[in-house]
């Protein structure tokens, strides 16, 4: 269905075969493998965003809040790690249905942002939600869990900053693009180049 949409788009006369036959990218060329390496390394920054900043406030703020009232328990610090776990499980799903881990997306650095801090606010309002509904909101201290947002947010900004620009140049550069072969020439084959070089959500190189 979609390659005779194309077709109808080209002003192309051939068979679906020979269609299929002339996207075909040329053997070894695929960079799904790399697309996916990529995917997983934002996954992981991220999540260890969340872990650093959660470690860095309680070792920063936590001990001015509970050292005048005889330190933390074991029990307390539990409840800190498993509301530090809960949160990465929430973070993944809503950062992905957020189409922030899309890899046509992963070097557009405004998207990326704007997203970003979307849905971190929206990871800790379900916290909040979460917390409120098992009636352990009064357990955790505001204060941490104020610094713990903020200091996450700076940080999936910083990774994007830095990660999406070098990104950028990798595709620019060809890096992930896909080797496409045309078979044919004249203006049906010129319309079919500048088609496949004009998509953004798989990038290909004409050979």
């Known amino acids: 269905m979609r390659s005779a949409t194309v077709q109808k788009r080209l002003g192309l006369v051939v068979s679906d075969a020979q269609f299929i036959s002339q996207l075909a990218p040329t053997h070894g060329s695929s960079p799904g493998w790399l697309a996916g390496v990529v995917t997983i390394a934002f996954r992981a920054s991220d999540a260890f965003v969340l872990i650093a900043a959660a470690l860095l406030v309680s070792v920063i703020?936590?001990?001015?809040?509970?050292?005048?009232?005889?330190?933390?328990t074991v029990e307390l610090r539990l409840y800190?790690?498993?509301?530090?776990?809960?949160?990465?499980?929430?973070?993944?799903n809503v950062f992905h249905f957020a189409g922030i881990y899309r890899f046509e997306t992963l070097s557009n650095l405004s998207f990326q942002i704007g997203r970003c801090w979307m849905a971190v606010a929206i990871l800790f309002l379900i916290i909040l939600a979460l917390l409120y509904l098992t009636r352990l909101s009064e357990i955790y201290s505001r204060g941490w869990m104020l610094l713990w947002f903020g200091i996450a947010l700076?940080?999936?900004?910083?990774?994007?900053?830095?990660?999406?620009?070098?990104?950028?140049?990798?595709?620019?550069n060809g890096h992930f693009a896909r080797r496409?072969?045309?078979?044919?020439?004249?203006?049906?084959?010129?319309?079919?180049?500048?088609?496949?070089?004009?998509?953004?959500s798989n990038p290909i190189k004409v050979i």
């Open 61 to 72: 703020y936590l001990p001015s809040v509970y050292d005048q009232t005889g330190g933390m």
């Open 154 to 172: 700076g940080g999936v900004t910083v990774v994007r900053l830095t990660a999406c620009p070098a990104l950028r140049k990798f595709i620019d």
């Open 80 to 92: 800190y790690y498993l509301l530090v776990f809960s949160a990465l499980i929430v973070q993944a």
């Open 180 to 200: 496409v072969a045309i078979i044919g020439n004249g203006k049906p084959a010129e319309r079919l180049s500048s088609y496949l070089q004009d998509l953004q």
